[in-house]
C-alpha cells in the first residue's frame, strides 16, 4: 500500500500564494508520475499539473502562475500556486502514478475575491 499525505491547503485572497506539499510512503516502486488533480463544488475532478520522468504539464489555465516541483529521492511533489485567482479554489488532490494511481485525502483551497 501507498500513503499520500498533503499539506498546505488554506484561505488566501486573490492574487495570493500558497504552496502544497505532498509525501508518499509505504510499498513503492517505480512511480511514473506524480501530480496534482482538483475538484471545484459542483465539477468534476480536474488535471491541474502533473510531472512525469520525461515530461511537465499544466492545465492551461495555470500555466505561468503555477509550478509543480517533484523530489523522486523523497518521493514529494509540491505545487507552488503564485497569483491565485478565486476559479482556483477547489479540494486539490496529490495523486501518485505506480503500478496503480493512488491519491491523497485532499486539501482545501479557497481564493476570495
Known amino acids: 500500500q501507498v500513503q499520500l499525505v498533503e499539506s498546505g491547503g488554506g484561505l488566501v485572497q486573490a492574487g495570493g500564494s500558497l504552496t502544497l506539499s505532498c509525501a508518499a510512503s509505504g510499498r513503492i516502486f517505480s512511480i511514473l508520475a506524480m501530480g496534482w488533480y482538483r475538484q471545484a463544488p459542483g465539477k468534476q475532478r480536474e488535471l491541474v499539473a502533473t510531472?512525469?520522468?520525461?515530461?511537465?504539464r499544466y492545465q492551461d489555465s495555470v500555466k505561468g502562475r503555477f509550478t509543480i516541483s517533484r523530489d523522486n529521492a523523497k518521493n514529494t511533489v509540491s505545487l507552488q500556486m503564485n497569483s491565485l485567482k478565486p476559479e482556483d479554489t477547489g479540494v486539490y488532490y496529490c495523486y501518485v502514478s505506480t503500478l496503480r494511481d493512488y491519491w491523497g485525502q485532499g486539501t482545501q483551497v479557497t481564493v476570495s475575491s
Open positions: 510531472r512525469t520522468n520525461n515530461e511537465t
